[in-house]
């Protein structure tokens, strides 16, 4: 059991039989009251941020959640494939609401992390960087800085980000996940 004061940050706990995680927490004395935690939380299933404060007779229970290695094999008129752990036979369908913002960036054989919570899927972690080709980028003209030297490329997954103006079509760059933001250049064509 988890009490109150025991919901710091990165910390999982269960409530009204959804899995929770806490973002942010502060805790608060004021005088003449009763100490509080005001927190932050997600539910791990809806994807919902809820600010909420709890009190010193709360406690909670902290939730057991799995992670298990998995790899994306490919994707088919809004199903994701997934091979669990290491066995090909096992394999798995994703609908597109649970990845969310993950599928601008999953490319075959991507290795992902699947967190399970009472034997239901509720999150795929995708690495925080990955490695894609640029499959159309316009030309970087000599002396264009007017936009900031930057231009909108698209990746071969599909996704359109920002890079510098010399990326060009063909090279291999490296992208945060998390962001969706150009990192850097790993091989050029």
């Known amino acids: 059991m ?6 710091r940050a990165g910390v999982t706990f269960v409530m009204d039989g959804d899995p929770y995680q806490v973002l942010e927490y502060n805790f608060l004395r004021m005088q003449q009251r ?4 005001q927190t932050k939380i997600k539910n791990l299933r809806t994807g919902k941020v809820i600010n909420r404060t709890f009190h010193q007779n709360e406690s909670f229970v902290e939730a057991d959640i799995e992670k298990e290695k998995s790899k994306f094999l490919y994707a088919h008129r809004g199903e994701y494939w997934f091979q669990r752990g290491g066995d090909p036979k096992n394999r798995i369908i994703l609908k597109e609401d649970l990845l969310g913002n993950a599928i601008k960036f999953l490319v075959q054989n991507t290795e992902v992390i699947l967190d399970t919570f009472k034997d239901e899927i509720i999150n795929v972690e995708i ?6 080709k640029v499959t159309q980028a316009p030309p970087g003209v000599k002396g264009d800085s007017a936009q900031g030297g930057s231009k909108e490329i698209i990746l071969e997954t599909g996704a359109k980000i920002t890079s510098p ?3 060009n079509e063909g090279d291999i760059i ?3 996940t998390q962001t969706g933001e150009y990192v850097e250049r790993v091989e050029k064509k």
């Open 2 to 7: 988890l009490s109150y004061s025991e919901l």
């Open 174 to 176: 490296r992208v945060n």
């Open 165 to 167: 103006l010399f990326i």
């Open 127 to 132: 690495p925080i960087k990955i490695d894609l």
């Open 34 to 37: 009763k100490p509080v935690a």
